[in-house]
């Protein structure tokens, strides 16, 4: 007998009429029309069954801290970064720890299963290190949580730095991370991209780094990025988060550039939310969008996510743990909203982002984990637009979440008694 049969779902390839079959906490058939003795049978009823959403780029050690000490006035990045570092001495290591866990809970009712975190290594203590790490032990029954050591201050601009990263590494942290913008000059950005490349290939780590996050359209670290990887055998072990200069670069370099990041096979994550709130914050008008070319890198090849960045925290005063409203921006500011298109954005909050995390197992396929979420909706196009309520959320095939589907009673004459928003 199976432990969980799910009948008549549409999934996001298109097909309809599917069921998924779950034994031992993963799938063991995904089959038209599949009858078979489960202990739990759902019917749903037509609806999208999607794997987990999964996260590519967040800062959950500052997660839900808005407004301490302060709100950011100028809504700008370097405020942000200014108020973030007002804030670290105030930080404990209990009160870390409850608000990241506080995100997990959202994260795991809006069925977003697995997060990329990056984690500040500036403060020699490495208080938000050893509070996250805590949090990534709580949470693995339930969700996955990758971190990366990122010198929020920038790893040569700030005392140590270096040596601080190497102790986060030691400690457990996965990712190798960076921000060469943010370094006192060209040229340190350069060499920091170079020292944090040759660290992760001497470790086996992957790379994630914060790369050109601004309008300067001259800030052109990916390409030392590319290079890097290129020479170091890093090849698809490496992503450029933000990469917000490309929005306001020359097409004839971008025509180079991208052809040099599909070489490397870089990953990218643009960070929809965040970057149509931050960038362009200099521009009278018109004023540029500033995320990077979702369309154009997805057309060479690469593989593109979507993450939520923030969520009220020095940088941001919104969010709630949905991939869909990320994807939701991303769609409206790179103009994708053709039906091939809308299937991109869905996949860079799904397919893509589990990619670059490398994450085993990940899927709807016979042998994958038992992971995905029943959104009310009956295409990924649709959930976009609806930002889906997700009626049930699933890993290894014990169910986590759920919440009733979105309905709106109608007192009008000859007209249906309540609304349901599903386009029939």
Known sequence: MLDLLIQNASLPDGRQHMSVAVQDGRIAAVAEGLQAPAHDTVDAGGLLLSPPFVDAHFHMDSTLSYGQPRVNRSGT????????????????????????????????ARGLLAIRSHVDTSDPSLLTVEALLEVRRRVAPYLDLQL?????????????????????????????????????????????????????AERGKRVDMHCDET???LSRHVETLAHETHRLGLHGRVTGSHLTSMHSMDN?????????????????VANPLINITLQGRHDSYPKRRGMTRVPELIAAGLTVAFGHDCVMDPWYGGGSADMLEAAHMGLHVAQMT????????????????????????????????????????RTPAEAIRLRSTR??????????????????ALHLAGRPAQVDFLHR
């Open 252 to 268: 004839y370099y971008v025509s180079k550039l991208i052809p040099l990041m599909a070489e490397a096979q870089l990953g990218v």
């Open 391 to 408: 009626l049930g959320v699933w890993r290894r095939g014990q169910r986590l979440a759920g919440s009733p589907a979105p309905t709106a």
């Open 338 to 377: 053709g039906q091939v298109a809308m299937q991109q954005c869905f996949t860079a909050v799904t397919e893509s982002p589990a990619r670059l995390l490398g994450l085993e197992g990940y899927g709807l396929a016979p042998g994958c984990h038992a992971d995905f979420v029943l959104l009310h909706a």
């Open 148 to 200: 990366v050591a990122f010198p929020q201050d920038g790893v040569l601009r700030t005392p140590g730095g270096l040596e601080t990263l190497r102790r986060a590494l030691d400690l457990g942290v996965d990712v190798v991370g960076g921000i060469p913008h943010f370094e006192r000059t060209m040229a340190q950005g350069a060499e920091s991209v170079r020292i944090l490349c040759e660290l992760a």
């Open 77 to 108: 990045l370097l405020e942000g970064i200014a108020l973030w570092g007002e804030l670290k001495p105030l930080l404990r290591h209990e009160a870390i720890v409850e608000r990241a866990l506080a995100y997990c809970d959202w994260a795991v």
């Open 215 to 217: 309008d300067d359209p």
